[in-house]
């Protein structure tokens, strides 16, 4: 039996009426309008930007990102890393904490992998015993005869997001002390994200919300300094603040996600005049496979599209009005309901409400070009990562 | 770079400290009692049972549901019936409507492939216009040499649910005609399936809605019977209502899928005292990767555990009281409170909200043999209809 790949493959340069439903769509168009966006705004701030590749799980992706200006990725996950590493992606920073020794040893292996080909490895930690633990796996490489290498690491400092990272101000001096103190481990800054503040629907409220973070980097940077230690970066930011830490002259480096795609969710937040006007690039397309009196069924549902923020929206394509409602159908179904109902058969574009969790239910994104309505499928653009939770 | 499944199988024989988190886990002495429990179930009430792998997605799974007496499986993407076919599973419903030609093509070749090993394959329809474009996709495959092969149809009757299928009685008589018209395809009864009733929290509650459901049933094959025209099997009910199904008196077939896992959300059903006494089998192991002041992390968010119906619960192992609460982390990460929290690098085991969208993120179960607290693994189950989405 041909593989689903192979399936997708036969499809390449025919119209959209050739994708089989519900699929994960990319307008390449638009896709590469955000991309461009992203790197003037980067550009005109002076900041690097380091895209957060947990939100498409893409090497194809990221390495669009790199040669567009980003100076590498983010993920949250050991195996994310790894699968973008045997994508071909060379700078990466794991923005989270990584406790397990199994995993630490993965984690040290892929830090000299990349190393040895002029790549980059970077974690973040928040405890001592993260830090012991991370140099006795790279450590363990090095004694196991690899050509040494040094992993960077940045210490996440809770912001405001109430997860990881040590309380701002002095705590963090410990864990730098505790870094520099092994030779394999670099001191590379802090991580300064706060997640909750990307979905403030006022921008006067994300604006508020980065001032406090904004605080609290200052604080432990001055804690930092204090005991002769340059803090190198402060790396944070995501899609709905970054026009406020770019502007804060303290974060060096951003790492939004979702710009790239966009979802409705960061469409319902009130647009602050500096954003760039990033625009929504991926749907699912969808088929009606049921009409009756008053709904319609297609063929998506949570297991086509998550729902953790929100239902997706109709997308309306060639401008005619969005009539129609999505309701939740369960985990294979979504319900359809408007004055004017489509016929059996009919396909549909919908928006999805979170663009992360979204990806990760999909093996593959087909790429079109040219429009949804009229396009043409131009590349089936693998989710390497998907999957990849450990 | 080995595969995850060849790093999985290493682990094989190990207790469960070997397992790397986040994971999905099954408890497979508590699945074995579930899979007994309905068995026994079905025996005793005289109906078929052919349990939902749409839960599962695992041809491993599907075929040992058929070794303790499944008369088959349903499922609800054509991809699915592919990915169980292709891993031995012979008899295959999918319990759904289809209506793109492309892939009624696909319902076609595999209705020929599983006739060609003494399988079946059958498909619900709901409306003529599908009606007819299954029997062009079936006699195409005839026309093209294909060993002529029957598809069984069921014709869907919308019972409550408000999703797909004909509403009681008289229209479903129109379909039934339709389906006899063609050599290729066979009326193989009715799809009657009430899946937000699973869900009512009282017994009492469920109890009504099935009444109503039998009503409706028993409307449609009067109708279709006072045309000359038997009904052979009526099929439907879920984890949370197939007492109430397999004592109508109706119903040949009972469908459910979580029974063999549980899940938080069926857990909070008021227990109908026929109902068996299925167990959780279902588990996410996470570790902790952060301690704070008043919580702790773990790295289990909901790309680990679907929460559509609701939040994961910390699971006691050993007796003691579950006394963590789990909050939600966002995608990667999920917090933990509680009057005593976990140590860093503490691992804990949660209790899916929803079985069927968890498994659904992931690609193995890593099945545990005598105990969550002491077993060892024993055997990896590839989800290998796992994203099967078309």
């Known amino acids: 039996m041909k593989t689903l790949h192979d399936r997708l493959k036969t499809t390449l340069g025919s119209g959209v009426d050739a994708i089989d439903t519900p699929a994960l769509v990319v307008d390449l168009d638009a896709m590469q309008r955000n991309l ?30 790199v040669q567009a200006g980003a100076c590498g990725v983010c993920v949250q996950k050991t195996a994310e890393a790894e699968a973008l590493a045997a994508g071909g992606v060379q700078d990466i920073y794991i923005s989270n904490e990584v406790i397990a020794p199994a995993k630490l040893a993965r984690v040290a292996a892929l830090a000299h992998q990349l190393a040895a080909v002029g790549g980059q490895l970077a974690i973040a930690v928040d405890s001592e015993e993260g830090v012991r633990r991370l140099a006795e796996a790279m450590n363990a490489q090095r004694a196991a005869g690899a050509a040494a290498a040094v992993i960077d690491v940045f210490v996440e400092i809770d912001v405001g997001q109430g997860r990881c990272g040590v309380p701002p101000g ?26 909750r503040a990307q979905h403030l629907r006022g921008a006067r409220e994300r604006r508020d919300a980065v001032a406090a973070v904004v605080r609290a980097v200052q604080a432990s940077c001055a804690a930092i300094e204090a005991e002769g230690v340059t803090v190198p970066l402060v790396t944070g930011a995501g899609t709905g603040t970054l026009v406020c830490e770019a502007a804060s002259g303290v974060f ?36 009606v496979i049921s009409v009756s ?8 549902g949570h297991k086509s599209h998550a729902i953790d923020s929100g239902l997706p929206l109709v997308h309306a394509v060639g401008g005619e009005p969005a009539s129609l409602e999505f309701a939740n159908g369960g985990d294979e179904h979504g319900l359809l ?25 999909h093996d593959h994104l087909i790429g079109v070009a040219g429009g949804l309505a009229k396009g043409r499928i131009q590349r089936i653009i693998r989710v390497d990562a998907r999957g990849a939770l450990g």
Chains 1, 2 share one sequence.
């Not at 992203?38 to 669009?64: I, N, T, Y």
């Open 252 to 287: 060096g480096e951003l790492q939004p996600g979702s710009f790239l795609f966009m979802d409705v969710d960061y469409a319902r937040n009130e647009r602050d005049a500096a954003q760039p006007a990033f625009e929504h690039a991926l749907f699912v397309r969808t088929q």
């Open 36 to 65: 461009n966006r992203m790197a003037e705004f980067a550009r005109k701030h002076g900041v690097r930007w380091r895209p957060h590749a947990k939100m498409h799980k893409s090497s194809v992706l990221a390495r669009l990102q």
């Open 170 to 195: 002095t705590p963090a001096v410990a864990l730098v002390h505790a870094i520099r103190r092994h030779a394999a481990l670099r001191f590379a800054g802090l991580q300064a994200y706060h997640g």
């Open 293 to 300: 009196a008053d709904h319609a069924v297609c063929d998506a």
């Open 337 to 361: 309901r408007g004055a004017r109902l489509p016929a059996l058969g009919d396909c549909l574009w919908l928006v999805p409400g979170h663009c992360d969790p979204t990806v990760n239910l």
